[in-house]
Nanobody, 123 residues
Framework: QVQLVESGGGLVQAGGSLRLSCVAS????????MGWFRQAPGKGREFVAG????????YHDDSVKGRFTISRDNAKNTVYLQMDSLNAEDTAVYYC????????????????WGQGTQVTVSS
């Protein structure tokens, strides 16, 4: 069983930054891939970034490349999403998710989810 708890959302002006955190509890982390997803009102859940705990490989969706960065702190069992140069289109509920081994972009492939954290960017 994997439990995920996100934090760090909030209201920020366009051009600003936020850092989201996802603390994971699991029996073993080496076999997990962690993903950040977001869901805006009236839209489906979309992949933002992912990280494989096994080999450290990372992925960012084209829409956030150069602005968002996923990283991890092994000692704290935490995955971060640093979000810079935010714009109104980034407004959404952001979710942390986990699945076995490798990162995939399909949210249906992730069995474990956090509760979500709201990010609102004002223009």
């Amino acid at each position: 069983q994997v439990q995920l708890v996100e934090s760090g959302g909030g209201l920020v002006q366009a051009g600003g930054s936020l850092r989201l955190s996802c603390v994971a509890s699991a029996r073993t982390f080496s076999g997990l891939a962690m993903g950040w997803f977001r869901q805006a009102p009236g839209k489906g859940r979309e992949f933002v970034a992912g990280l494989s705990w096994l080999d450290g490989s990372i992925y960012h969706d084209d829409s956030v490349k150069g602005r968002f960065t996923i990283s991890r702190d092994n000692a704290k069992n935490t995955v971060y999403l640093q979000m810079d140069s935010l714009n109104a289109e980034d407004t959404a509920v952001y979710y942390c998710a986990a699945r076995p081994v490798w990162v995939v972009v399909n949210p249906a492939s992730y069995p474990y989810w956090g509760q979500g954290t709201q990010v609102t960017v004002s223009s």
